[in-house]
């Protein structure tokens, strides 16, 4: 089976993970589960004819049943049937899984090469790189010359760059939503501790055992922090405390960061400022689809999370929708979903997003052991892996669309699903998730059929056709989407529960506080 987009495109689901060493489309595992369900069902009625031909046996007359005409005939042919459809049912199920198994040995094979040759030719241009600059020189200073002369020939102007890239992204449409660019950007990004190893003089292998391929002791989130540090030595990235707003209240509130936001969970019984009931009536969310339908479009001014209650106060369960990046400048803005907290949120600084985030569920009224499933589209995917590794909260479930949140490690007992898609470089940008990663990844190449926008810089990272993809997997029958999406609803019921937004704001100018790890 094929999922189908809703413009009616064909589309396939690559699903991988989830605690097992298969990788295949949703549509080769959800056959193989029918098989594996035709063959129990097969099992099932051989045992039941069992049954009837030891029923009334007299070893010297046969069976009383098989008197009747026919029936012996009948019971006999019928199992025969079962038992070719028990042996066929098995064989074509073990098959389909051996080469899911087989794709997926492959599939690991060429990523750990892939990591490794990255590796140590990130190590091998780290410890080359000043004769590098050198050579570089001649070739930089020769093309400066020609394209100046060049541009004097023709009598042509140099306009706005951002306006010329425009220009070139619009006359090539395909040039970042190429799959193979996405996955060489992933091995960069995870091979640039490797360069920086390699200027000091490590050698490879010992940069390779501490790496991301090895120990783990360096790897994207030490490089986000390399980057951050050199950054704020340049009065950018500068974290500040955060307090947060609620949309729904019937007056905004603007003051310091609430005190749970640095030190942990209120005790049960505590007051908490702003707790209440939030005032929007809400349905359950009924599948992936309707989760990414419900986060937030970030902009400037708008709120960046909502938060769900379902259940009685006593007894009740949370899921926080958190958006994506709104501002891209390097210099810290007003609201907290900006440049400053990717960077901080990477390198594992306590993020002014995550920040937020937490003090927000928090003013929501979410009790220690309530159960949290936090959803989240890009920089609010990266928090929400955050918030599941925390442990802060009962984080039982989780959803991502487009997030790089790769090197995020997450309890197997967290049952959680990242959606990325093969032509976004987003998710790419927080490098290669570990081997023993327990999380189920359902990968989808958006623009395989069809031409990008030319408007849109990144279309495959559009939390439009996130949600395009979320109703694609509801539609899928394979069978660990199929519980997450029974999961999903054993949580929060199908009574109506209650929505409220909220909008983190940057206070400007005060220390930063003791701000929570995310501690993945």
Do not use: C, H, K, N
């Given at each position: 089976?094929?999922?189908?987009?809703?413009?009616?495109?064909?589309?396939?689901?690559?699903?991988?993970?989830?605690?097992?060493?298969?990788?295949?489309?949703?549509?080769?595992?959800?056959?193989?589960?029918?098989?594996?369900?035709?063959?129990?069902?097969?099992?099932d009625w051989l045992g039941r004819l069992s049954r009837i031909q030891s029923l009334d046996s007299d070893p010297s007359t046969g069976p009383v049943w098989a008197a009747a005409p026919g029936a012996g005939e009948s019971v006999y042919a019928a199992r025969h049937a079962l038992s070719a459809v028990l042996e066929r049912s098995g064989s074509l199920a073990d098959a389909l899984l051996t080469a899911a198994e087989g794709y997926g040995r492959a599939d690991r094979i060429v990523d750990w090469g892939t990591r490794v040759s990255g590796a140590w030719l990130g190590s091998t241009l780290g410890m080359l790189a000043p004769l590098l600059a050198l050579a570089a020189v001649p070739a930089l200073t020769a093309g400066t010359v020609g394209l100046l002369l060049g541009l004097l020939v023709t009598g042509t102007r140099v306009g706005d760059p951002a306006a010329l890239a425009g220009s070139w992204l619009q006359a090539h449409p395909r040039a970042l939503t190429n799959p193979l660019l996405v996955a060489a950007v992933r091995v960069l990004v995870s091979s640039v501790d490797d360069a920086a190893a390699g200027r000091?003089?490590?050698?490879?292998?010992?940069?390779?055992?501490?790496?991301?391929?090895?120990?783990?002791?360096?790897?994207?989130?030490?490089?986000?922090?390399?980057?951050?540090?050199?950054?704020?030595?340049?009065?950018?990235?500068?974290?500040?405390?955060?307090?947060?707003?609620?949309?729904?209240?019937?007056?905004r509130r603007l003051g310091p960061p609430h005190p749970q936001a640095s030190s942990g969970p209120p005790a049960p019984?505590?007051?908490?400022?702003?707790?209440?009931?939030?005032?929007?009536?809400?349905?359950?969310?009924?599948?992936?689809?309707?989760?990414?339908?419900?986060?937030?479009?970030?902009?400037?001014?708008a709120p960046q999370m909502r938060i769900e209650r379902y259940g009685d106060p006593d007894d009740a369960s949370w899921i926080v929708y958190i958006g994506g990046t709104a501002a891209w400048s390097p210099v810290t803005g007003e609201q907290p979903w900006d440049l400053t907290s990717n960077l901080a949120a990477v390198a594992d600084q306590g993020s002014g997003s995550y920040r937020a985030v937490v003090q927000a569920l928090h003013e929501a009224g979410v009790a220690p052991g309530d159960p949290l499933v936090p959803v989240g589209h890009s920089q609010g995917g990266l928090v929400a892996a955050q918030l599941a590794a925390s442990g802060e909260f009962n984080t039982v479930m989780m959803a991502t669309f487009g997030a790089p949140n790769g090197q995020v490690s997450l309890s197997s007992e967290v049952s959680a699903v990242t959606v990325e898609h093969s032509d976004d470089l987003i998710p790419a940008a927080g490098g290669a998730a570990s081997a023993d990663d327990a999380r189920l990844i359902v990968r989808r190449e958006v623009f395989g059929d069809r031409m990008p926008p030319p408007d849109l810089v990144l279309p495959a990272h559009a939390l439009t056709e996130y949600r395009d993809t979320g109703r694609l997997m509801d539609d899928s029958e394979e069978p660990r989407l199929r519980q997450f999406r029974a999961d999903l609803e054993g949580l929060t019921g199908t009574n109506v529960g209650a929505a409220s937004r909220w909008r983190g704001i940057r206070l400007v100018g005060g220390p930063v506080g003791a701000a929570p790890t995310s501690g993945g």
């Open positions: 089976m094929t999922a189908e987009r809703p413009d009616g495109a064909g589309d396939t689901l690559i699903v991988s993970g989830g605690g097992t060493t298969l990788v295949a489309s949703d549509t080769l595992l959800a056959e193989a589960a029918r098989l594996r369900l035709l063959q129990a069902a097969a099992e000091a003089g490590v050698p490879f292998p010992v940069s390779l055992a501490l790496g991301d391929e090895g120990a783990g002791v360096f790897g994207v989130t030490t490089t986000a922090a390399a980057a951050v540090v050199l950054a704020r030595s340049l009065g950018l990235l500068r974290e500040t405390p955060v307090s947060v707003e609620r949309f729904d209240a019937p007056t019984g505590a007051a908490v400022p702003g707790l209440g009931a939030p005032t929007r009536p809400v349905a359950p969310p009924t599948g992936f689809g309707d989760l990414a339908a419900r986060i937030p479009s970030v902009s400037a001014d």
